[in-house]
């Protein structure tokens, strides 16, 4: 994670993280505890699958602990309306690539914000940043791996 790298948020997805991260650092830590608490009464620890994936689970759950720590300090509340036709963070895009024929959809903001049929784009990579501010209509030019890309709006949404 980048130093102070802002996470653009919906209410609802900050509603869901803040709620995801009260009941890992509650009932989750205390379940956790549980499961190591029951391996260790089972015997010798250097032989128990248990035990040891009472522990991975434990660092997994700390690590996205960390993870919504991170995210909440640093969020911003974004509201996806788009009242002026601008992309902005929260946003769901349509682009199509110069030179392609089929449009694309993006959902920009965070992974956190995530749809089931849409990719995510932050607005803090060459793309998402390329586009924020930009209208329906007017094209783009962003620096990518493989060189300048340019991609046209062609739809706004919330």
């Known amino acids: 994670m980048s130093v102070d790298e802002t996470h653009h948020l919906t209410r609802s997805a900050h509603e869901r993280l803040k709620a995801e991260h009260a009941q890992l650092t509650t009932h989750g830590r205390i379940e956790i505890a549980r499961k190591i608490e029951a391996a260790r009464e089972l015997g010798d620890l250097t032989e128990n699958g248990d ?5 991975e689970e434990q660092g997994k759950m700390e690590t996205r602990i960390a993870q919504l720590t991170y995210i909440l300090e640093n969020v911003e509340i974004v509201e996806g309306g788009t009242a002026d036709g601008r ?3 929260g946003s769901v895009v349509a682009i199509l690539y110069e ?5 694309e959809r993006y959902l920009v903001g965070s992974i956190e914000e995530r749809h089931d049929d849409l990719e995510v784009v932050s607005p803090t990579s060459p793309l998402g ?3 924020i501010g930009a209208n329906v209509g007017e094209t783009v030019s962003f620096e990518s791996p493989a060189g300048m890309l340019a991609v046209t709006v062609v739809d706004v949404e919330a």
């Open 51 to 55: 035990y040891h994936a009472a522990k």
């Open 87 to 89: 992309v902005k963070a």
């Open 99 to 103: 030179g392609d024929e089929e449009e």
């Open 129 to 131: 940043a390329a586009l």
